[in-house]
């Protein structure tokens, strides 16, 4: 699958990093359009929440 594929290069990145990765990756296919990028304000929730966890 695309997902573990793309999660495989990132395996020895931190946990917090793939972590976001993983969650925009799923965000993404979720509302995958050719319009313009509407999930700006989503992914900067993710990142925010991640790095908050982490510290």
Known sequence: MLKDRLLELFREYEAD???VIAEVLALE????SMERPRIKEQI???IDRVVKNAT
């Open 17 to 19: 990093v793939r972590e």
């Open 29 to 32: 296919q979720e509302h995958i």
């Open 44 to 46: 900067k929730d993710i």
